[in-house]
């Protein structure tokens, strides 16, 4: 079961906009549109900022979005802000039996 | 308050066994699946188990099937992580989290425990 694949960092300016991708296969990420992403700042535990590749939980920011195509998932913050800098994982299924997370993406905000 | 507590974490010999729980409140329990989720010291995530509202279905990660159970008592509030014959790849911070959905097999996850630390040495 490997992990789905993140890039390890990405950095951007505060105020722009930036995507984070999410690549697997046919049998998780392109085999439903179950994918979920979570933020993790330091010594904290995750939270959950979209599930079911674009829907936001009560009280996530609408600076926050999801989309997919085929085997690629993609999680887009707008309008980034100090307090976006965390780690970034994203979350799927293989062929609904086993959960499958990201490696993870480190978001720095210069 | 929605909450998840977790407890049991620890430091034990190669070999041996331990049982984390998780004490849920702030919410219905048996309405919702709930899973185990690791991670290793500087690394990332890693789900584990997971098991549906009624404990009528439980999905196990490779990595610990057969030495893992998890299990949950609706009565209690409670969900539960026997660990067997653990090894030092184990070793990681161990949440509790609840599922979005009542089966197991729907893996987003909306509210976690801040965790418990498990650690396999000699």
């Known amino acids: 079961q490997s992990a789905l694949t993140q890039p390890a960092s990405v950095s951007e300016s505060p105020g722009q906009s930036i995507t984070i991708s999410c690549t697997g296969s046919s049998s998780d990420v392109g085999g439903d549109n179950y994918v979920s992403w979570y933020q993790q700042h330091p010594g904290k535990a995750p939270k959950l900022m979209i599930y079911d590749v674009s829907k936001r939980p009560s009280g996530v920011s609408n600076r926050f979005s999801g989309s997919k195509s085929a085997n690629t998932a993609s999680l887009t913050i707008s309008g980034l802000q100090a307090e976006d800098e965390a780690d970034y994982y994203c979350s799927s299924d293989i062929s609904s039996s086993t959960g499958l997370f990201g490696g993870g993406t480190k978001l720095t905000v210069l | 308050e929605v909450q998840l507590v977790e407890s049991g974490g620890g430091l034990v010999q190669p070999g041996r066994s331990l049982r984390l729980s998780c004490a849920a409140s702030?919410?219905?329990?048996?309405?919702?699946?709930m899973h185990w989720v690791r991670q290793a010291p500087g690394k990332g995530l890693e789900w584990v188990l997971g098991?549906?509202?009624?404990?009528?279905?439980?999905g196990y990660a490779d990595s610990v099937k057969g030495r893992f159970t998890i299990s949950r008592d609706n009565a209690k509030k409670s969900l539960y992580l026997q660990m067997n014959s653990l090894r030092p790849e184990d070793t990681a911070l161990y949440y509790c989290?609840?599922?979005?959905?009542?089966?197991?097999?729907?893996?987003?996850?909306?509210?976690w425990g801040q965790g418990t630390m498990v650690t396999v040495s000699s």
């Open positions: 702030g919410f219905t329990f048996d309405d919702y699946a």
């Open positions: 098991i549906s509202w009624n404990s009528g279905a439980i």
């Open positions: 989290a609840k599922g979005l959905s009542s089966t197991y097999y729907y893996y987003a996850f909306d509210i």
